[in-house]
Structures are given as structure tokens and as C-alpha cells.
């Protein structure tokens, strides 16, 4: 689609919060990559990350645990596709799954560290990703990784602390599914997290807004989740 990577960038421009940022990204990226799973991932937002022996974090949900395409893109903070460092077939090694045929992940930095990746995949049957598609990956990942800078580096409010303002982007993105009726591995396979990583955030999200239950979570939230949600 003819600038199509436009679109992407102008809504990365008007975003406003963290939240809005990432929603405006997952809105947009999948049309123009034409890819059928992708998804933000923020290591400030998982807790139960470890860094392994080779000082790179582990990163199961999206299939980059201790395979080359997530050490290439945390060792040099650049995009990479399966095929740009792996012969033909060999990503089957890492990974089995038939909707992650093709991956390709770029990095989020900030203050010269990675601070999360924009990852992106392709289903069998769908066409690998090619030099084009990593150089506009690289362009999203450099208009992403300046506008999350800038909007961490405004200052913060002191007073009228919200439902809202307790909870990060994930935390909330999390509330919008439970409110739309979704379960655990439901969430967890659209976000790509784990259940259990959907587990341990809801009851982070229960200590932080004092509720005990998921339905008095999202009355708790009624005023900030989207109206569409019923």
C-alpha cells in the first residue's frame, strides 16, 4: 500500500500517552506489514524477565528465547528477519509454530539501552520478509523508540492521581480485554504473553486499584476504557 508507513508514523506523532502510543502502532503496523501476529513488547512492563548467561533477556512470548534473531537485535539494537542470519529452514530449530513461519523483530531503545522490541510475524503459507521490509521495520523502530523517549521524558503529575495513572499501558490494554469478556489464555494469546504472565498482572493490577475480583476491576475502570466496551 503506497505510503502506507505514513499512516504508522503520523499516528506514532499523535500519541499523547504510553497507551496511546502503543495502540496507535498495533492499530496501524499489521496492514502495512501484512502480517498476521505482531505486538510491543516493554521489558520495563515484565517483572519476571531474567537476562540469561549471555546477557540477553529471555523473551519466550515471541519466540526469541535464546535464538539468533533476538540476540542479533539485542546485541546491535537493529531489526533482523529469520532469513537475514539463518539458511533457508533452519528458523524451524527455534521455532515450530506454523503462525510464526516468518518473524522479524526490531528494537525500542531509549537512553542507549533497549528497552523493549516491535515484533512481527508471518503464518505458513505467507511470503518471507525481504530488505524492504526490514529497512521500513528499522524506520518505524527509530520514530517509536523517539516518541516513547519523549513522552517518559515529560514530567509527571503530582496530584489527582486516577484509576487510570496506577496502571501501565500493558496493565490497561489487559483491562480493556477483561472488560470485553476475554479469559486468561485469551488475553494472553492476543498479547502475546504467556497465561501466566496475564495471571501475575491481573493480581498486580488487583493490589494497585484495592479490588478483589475482575468485575469490580472493570467497574473501577468504566470512566477510561473505550466506550465500545460493554
Same mark, same amino acid.
Given at each position: 500500500? #503506497?505510503?502506507?508507513? /505514513?499512516?504508522? $508514523?503520523?499516528?506514532?506523532? *499523535?500519541?499523547?500517552?504510553?497507551? !496511546?502510543? !502503543?495502540?496507535?502502532?498495533?492499530?496501524?503496523?499489521?496492514?502495512? $506489514?501484512?502480517?498476521?501476529?505482531?505486538? %510491543?513488547?516493554?521489558?520495563?512492563?515484565?517483572?519476571?524477565?531474567?537476562?540469561?548467561? !549471555?546477557? $540477553?533477556?529471555?523473551? #519466550?512470548?515471541? +519466540?526469541?528465547?535464546?535464538?539468533?534473531?533476538? =540476540?542479533?537485535?539485542?546485541?546491535?539494537?537493529?531489526?533482523?528477519?529469520?532469513?537475514?542470519?539463518?539458511?533457508?529452514?533452519?528458523?524451524?530449530? $527455534? +521455532? @515450530?509454530?506454523?503462525? /510464526?513461519?516468518?518473524?522479524?523483530? *526490531?528494537?525500542?531503545?531509549?537512553?542507549?539501552?533497549?528497552? *523493549?522490541?516491535?515484533?512481527?510475524?508471518?503464518? =505458513?503459507?505467507?511470503?518471507?520478509?525481504?530488505?524492504?521490509?526490514?529497512?521500513?521495520?528499522?524506520?518505524? +523502530? &527509530?520514530?517509536?523508540?523517539? =516518541?516513547?523517549? @519523549? &513522552?517518559?521524558?515529560?514530567?509527571?503529575? @503530582? @496530584?489527582? %492521581?486516577?484509576?487510570s495513572s496506577l496502571l501501565t499501558p500493558r496493565e490497561l490494554e489487559i483491562a480493556e480485554l477483561v472488560a470485553r469478556g476475554l479469559t486468561n489464555a485469551e488475553i494472553g494469546e492476543k498479547l502475546w504473553i504467556t497465561q501466566n504472565s496475564v495471571k501475575q498482572a491481573l493480581k498486580r493490577m488487583f493490589r494497585k486499584l484495592e479490588v478483589s475480583a475482575r468485575a469490580e476491576m472493570v467497574a473501577r475502570l468504566q470512566d477510561i476504557l473505550p466506550s465500545k466496551v460493554s
Amino acid at each position: 500500500m #503506497p505510503n502506507s508507513l /505514513h499512516t504508522v $508514523f503520523d499516528a506514532i506523532a *499523535g500519541a499523547q500517552t504510553e497507551q !496511546q502510543l !502503543q495502540l496507535a502502532v498495533m492499530e496501524t503496523v499489521g496492514e502495512h $506489514f501484512d502480517v498476521q501476529r505482531w505486538g %510491543i513488547y516493554l521489558l520495563d512492563e515484565q517483572p519476571e524477565v531474567r537476562v540469561n548467561s !549471555q546477557g $540477553f533477556p529471555d523473551i #519466550p512470548e515471541v +519466540c526469541l528465547r535464546g535464538n539468533p534473531v533476538g =540476540k542479533y537485535v539485542v546485541e546491535r539494537h537493529a531489526p533482523a528477519h529469520e532469513q537475514l542470519i539463518l539458511p533457508a529452514g533452519d528458523w524451524k530449530q $527455534f +521455532c @515450530s509454530r506454523d503462525d /510464526h513461519a516468518h518473524v522479524m523483530s *526490531g528494537p525500542i531503545v531509549a537512553d542507549g539501552r533497549l528497552v *523493549g522490541t516491535l515484533n512481527l510475524a508471518r503464518a =505458513k503459507g505467507n511470503p518471507a520478509f525481504t530488505a524492504n521490509d526490514l529497512a521500513d521495520l528499522s524506520a518505524l +523502530c &527509530l520514530h517509536l523508540s523517539a =516518541k516513547l523517549a @519523549s &513522552l517518559r521524558a515529560q514530567p509527571k503529575p @503530582s @496530584s489527582n %492521581i486516577t484509576a487510570s495513572s496506577l496502571l501501565t499501558p500493558r496493565e490497561l490494554e489487559i483491562a480493556e480485554l477483561v472488560a470485553r469478556g476475554l479469559t486468561n489464555a485469551e488475553i494472553g494469546e492476543k498479547l502475546w504473553i504467556t497465561q501466566n504472565s496475564v495471571k501475575q498482572a491481573l493480581k498486580r493490577m488487583f493490589r494497585k486499584l484495592e479490588v478483589s475480583a475482575r468485575a469490580e476491576m472493570v467497574a473501577r475502570l468504566q470512566d477510561i476504557l473505550p466506550s465500545k466496551v460493554s
